[in-house]
């Protein structure tokens, strides 16, 4: 950002960032175009790239001359070289109404300083008053050129500054007002220029929440009458952006075959696909976005990038650039010709992180670490594929991961569909469609935080009781460990008074009273109509003799069909205590 240089050589000039330059450009030289410019950037970001660009544009212009992209729009203008303004940009962020030596405390006292006549709003900044438009006025003269003024998040300095007091009134009230005599100015003078930006979603509780978007409308409305609102780039152009950002260069011919391939195989598999990937346009926005595939970037900046934290186009730069590191770390493990979902490795702690703590998922952390993949290679899905990195599991429960991730909290919004996760995970001679939905359908029965709700999967940070019992039941794989139970259930059941009670013991001698006798499971297991052959004996004989007292002893026998339901009850109840 420091350097104007680089800045113009990583940046993909999109369509509207070259409208907003050129906007400016005509504003400032013959005073045409709107002259109030609102950058929203609600439902996408760019918008410090955006005034970072103009600031580079007039402090720099030999650098700017340099861009073809940029010669281009000059030329548009009608116009040879970058005009000599007088510039202004304020990070809202940077300002304190708290007074400090050499520092402005209010946006106007700022706005004098930058221009170099803070003399004439000494007394309004330091006092925070709002100063009158006849004072504006001459301050906008005072320079002798255009005037572009940049400011940078006034809708969290508005959030910020509410809890100043003056007089009756608080500091955000005054520049509130500010900004509409400030509009007014702009909008009357010969070729002064007002450009300011709105944020997107923010971080914040739900009362800043609603006071945010009360200051987005004030300043809309203020603006409305004379500014035209812009975003700094069109959602399709993220390819671009994200290509032109990470990579000096892109073999263009290999990412057309990588797409070829790719839909080739989309094709041949249409019945797990999801319609979108089968049209022939899709093969364009593959290579387009190699190499990533596009199903990621949507991934992160649609679904991901609603979470506030995330930053949007900020985040999704941050987050792909650990991936390449990750991958190119990797790349001798890996035969995959894009880079999907399904390897974006959450072992790597820099994407951990980014997709975890800095987006405020820091809870998410254990649910990796038990079901995804651990540094101990101990988790679920790394044991499930007797592999280290990149197994099937391993890919699967990453893809459903990232489609765990979003800023919404209705149910139906959570996870992803079959279609989705095989078009996630899905690499010809690597893992095919139907072993992905298959391997989906048994981690649900493996891991402790996947769910299955409204036909898709998603992760939660509540663990899945059934599961765990589940697992914890598996450990119960010898009679010895559940027997016993089996038997002391027996016995406080059938204890009676009426009766002399033998569970599991058969040899029964001299009874004196009603006797029964419980059978043992694993020895004799009785039918509808067959009397088992071990209940006559117990019956008949007594020890090597026969019984005389047949009349009291009454065998109680295990159902063959109802035994595994008795162990499987006596397993749970063991896994549950």
């Not at 970037?297 to 730069?317: H, N």
């Not at 979902?341 to 951990?352: E, F, M, Y």
């Not at 020890?543 to 339901?565: A, C, M, P, W």
């Amino acid at each position: 950002y420091n350097d104007p240089g680089t800045f113009y050589d990583l940046t993909h000039m999109t369509n509207n960032l070259k409208g907003i330059i050129g906007s400016v450009l005509t504003r400032v030289t013959n005073g045409g175009d709107r002259p109030v410019l609102i950058i929203d950037t609600t439902f996408g970001g760019g918008k410090t790239h955006s005034l970072v660009c103009l600031y580079h544009l007039f402090t720099s212009p030999g650098a700017a001359r340099k861009n073809p992209e940029i010669m281009k729009v000059l030329t548009g203008a009608g116009l040879q070289d970058v005009p000599d303004i007088s510039l202004v940009a304020i990070d809202c962020h940077s300002i304190s109404s708290v007074e400090m030596p050499g520092k402005a405390r209010t946006i106007w006292g700022e706005i004098a300083r930058q221009l170099g006549k803070y003399d004439m709003m000494a007394s309004y900044d330091q006092k925070l008053r709002r100063p009158d438009s006849s004072t504006l006025e001459e301050l906008l003269d005072s320079t002798g050129k255009p005037v572009l003024i940049l400011i940078d998040e006034l809708v969290n300095y508005l959030k910020d500054v509410k809890a100043e007091t003056v007089g009756q009134q608080n500091l955000a009230e005054i520049t509130v007002s500010f900004f509409h005599t400030m509009t007014d100015v702009v909008v009357n003078s010969k070729n002064a220029m007002f450009i300011v930006t709105l944020p997107g979603t923010e971080s914040a509780y739900k009362e800043e929440s609603e006071l945010l978007e009360a200051y987005k409308k004030m300043v809309k409305e203020i603006g409305g009458r004379e500014a035209s609102f812009t975003v700094p780039m069109d959602r399709s152009e993220i390819y671009d952006v994200i290509r032109k950002r990470l990579f000096s260069h892109v073999d263009e011919s290999y990412a057309r075959e990588v797409a070829e391939e790719l839909q080739g195989f989309y094709t041949r598999h249409s019945e797990s696909f999801p319609e979108s990937a089968l049209k022939l346009e899709y093969s364009g926005k593959i290579a387009r976005s190699y190499p990533f595939h596009p199903i990621l970037i949507d991934l992160l900046y649609e679904r991901i990038g609603t979470i506030a934290e995330f930053q949007k186009t900020r985040g999704v730069l941050r987050l792909l650039s650990h991936v390449l590191k990750n991958i190119y770390n990797n790349i001798n493990k890996l035969e995959d010709p894009i880079i999907t979902p399904g390897i974006v490795d959450l072992k790597d702690g820099n994407i951990r992180q980014e997709l975890t703590n800095k987006i405020a998922k820091g809870e998410f952390q254990n649910v990796i670490q038990t079901d995804i993949v651990s540094d101990e290679d101990e988790a679920k899905c790394q044991k499930i594929d007797s592999q280290k990195e990149y197994g099937p599991a391993t890919r699967i429960a990453t893809a459903i991961y990232l489609y765990s991730l979003i800023g919404a909290t209705k149910e139906i919004s959570k996870g992803c569909s079959p279609d989705e996760l095989v078009l996630a995970s899905s690499i010809e001679r690597i893992i095919y469609p139907k072993d992905v939905l298959n391997d989906a359908a048994k981690l649900e029965n493996s891991l402790w935080y996947i769910y299955n709700k409204t036909g898709k999967w998603y992760f939660s940070v509540d663990v899945n009781i059934n599961k765990v019992i589940s697992d914890e039941i598996q450990r119960y794989t010898d009679p010895g460990q559940y027997d016993p139970e089996i038997k002391t259930r027996l016995r406080k059941m059938l204890g009676t008074d009426y009766f002399d009670v033998f569970v599991w013991e058969e040899d029964i001698r001299n009874p004196i009273k009603p006797t029964l006798v419980v059978t043992n499971y694993h020895g004799i297991k009785g039918q509808e109509s067959i009397i088992p052959m071990g209940v006559k004996n117990i019956i008949e004989r007594e020890g090597t003799s026969f019984r005389t007292k047949k009349n009291l002893i009454y065998v109680l026998v295990s159902r063959e069909d109802r035994i595994v339901r008795m162990v499987d009850a006596t397993k749970r109840y063991l896994a549950i205590k």
